[in-house]
């Protein structure tokens, strides 16, 4: 059973930056991804950033250049920092990782205030 645990997250002003960390445990494939998706009300789940196993990465537009991916292969982590962060990122933040099929962690809330 593979599960993903989260922490950070939290409430910042607009300019401010928050970290996201997620710990995978349990039976991971070597070829996986992980990353980060957000949901905010009324909108659908997006992709925020995704890094494979192999390194390559794959970072939504609208966060290019102010979130960055990182991941410690060997310990299951995988952490997203945020600088420069608008009220328009506020929304609840899920890992992920696909290793046959998906999993989500339980869910962060980052709130930005202007």
């Known amino acids: 059973q593979v599960q993903l645990v989260e922490s950070g997250g939290g409430l910042v002003q607009s300019g401010g930056s928050l970290r996201l960390s997620c710990v995978a445990s349990?039976?991971?494939?070597?070829?996986?991804?992980m990353g980060w998706y957000r949901q905010a009300p009324g909108k659908e789940r997006e992709r925020v950033a995704i890094?494979?196993?192999?390194?390559?990465?794959n970072v939504a537009d609208t966060v290019k250049g102010r979130f960055t991916i990182s991941r410690d292969n060997a310990k299951n982590t995988v952490t997203l920092q945020m600088n420069s962060l608008k009220p328009e990122d506020t929304a609840v933040y899920y890992c992920?990782?696909?290793?046959?099929?998906?999993?989500w962690g339980q869910g962060s809330q980052v709130t930005v205030s202007s």
């Open positions: 890094k494979l196993s192999t390194g390559m990465v």
């Open positions: 992920y990782l696909r290793s046959g099929i998906d999993y």
């Open positions: 349990g039976s991971i494939s070597r070829l996986n991804s």
